[in-house]
């Protein structure tokens, strides 16, 4: 089961409201290199694990996703949440608007819907692992090119904790799949 | 929310983190006793932190007391404050 704790991991920090940015950023709420294509890949391959170290760390990377998904969700709810009509128009999000107005919705940076075909659950953990170690040098790049996108400094300094984070993910994803790894070259052997 | 309930909220946000970090790290290094020791310090410190924030600011989790009326709906919300 989960918990929810009425805090976010990091503070959302936002300089000032800007459509444009929060346009780019949406894809790190339903893109797909982003934080609920993680969680939500994270958390269904862990069934499967073969060592307990790797149940582990796919339910605890898997949890901590969440917690990133409410920082890009409180990221974009403040960048567009005093937004007029006419600006949503002129960042190009009108169609966002129609759809949605400004609720949070699970799209990329061009509207297109999230979905399960971003991850994969393949049954072979060494597949898998491969798979999320991938997953996280490809969401560390796009956070890498939103702080490119962005001159706030505020926003920035969050973006550069989420970036920072996947390194990290990555590191310990390594280090799950050399014991993995392990496991299956010892069990050949006996 | 005022200031200094702000500065604690964000001073058990990084107690929180340095946990998680720890604990992610452990996942993978399960007998590195050093790593251990350090978790379960700053563990230590936390359930400090979060009790005393609990105390005066209502609960942050379930399973928290509350006092009259019932606490955990009161506002800002987290996507609500602003942190800088
Ligand atoms: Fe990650």
Not at chain 1, 2 to 19: H, I, M, S, T
Not at chain 1, 126 to 136: F, K, Q, R, Y
Not at chain 1, 172 to 183: A, D
Request: hydrophobic residues 40%; aromatic residues 12%; charged residues 25%.
């Amino acid at each position: 089961m989960w918990v929810y704790e009425k805090k976010l991991q990091y503070p959302a920090k936002v300089g000032r409201a800007n459509l444009q940015m929060a346009k780019y950023l949406i894809t790190q709420y339903g893109g797909p290199d982003g934080e609920l294509a993680a969680a939500l890949r994270y958390l269904t391959q862990r069934y499967n694990m073969p060592t307990p170290q790797a149940k582990g760390i796919l339910t605890d990377i898997g949890t901590e996703e969440m917690a990133h998904l409410e920082i890009i969700a409180t990221l974009v709810f403040k960048l567009m949440e005093r937004a007029t009509v006419d600006e949503i128009k002129r960042a190009g999000l009108g169609g966002y608007y129609a759809d949605h107005d400004k609720s949070l919705f699970y799209v990329n940076g061009d509207g297109v819907p999230w979905t399960a075909a971003y991850i994969q659950a393949k049954g072979d953990p060494v597949a898998d692992l491969h798979e999320d170690m991938a997953a996280e040098e490809k969401a560390r790049a796009t956070y890498q090119w939103l702080i490119d996108l962005s001159d706030d400094p505020d926003l920035n300094d969050t973006l550069k904790f989420l970036r920072e984070r996947e390194i990290v993910h990555f590191q310990r994803f390594g280090e799950t799949l050399q014991i993995v790894q392990e496991y299956i070259d010892c069990k050949k052997v006996y | 929310m005022n200031r200094e309930q702000l500065c604690q909220l964000k001073e058990l946000m990084a107690l929180e983190f340095t946990a998680l970090e720890l604990h992610l790290y452990l996942d993978t290094h399960p007998t590195d006793q050093r790593a251990l020791m350090d978790y379960n310090s700053v563990v230590q410190q936390l359930t400090i932190a979060r009790q005393r924030y609990q105390e005066r600011y209502g609960p942050i989790t379930y399973g928290e007391p509350s006092a009259y009326p019932w606490q955990w709906i009161n506002e800002p919300w987290p996507w609500e404050i602003c942190y800088e």
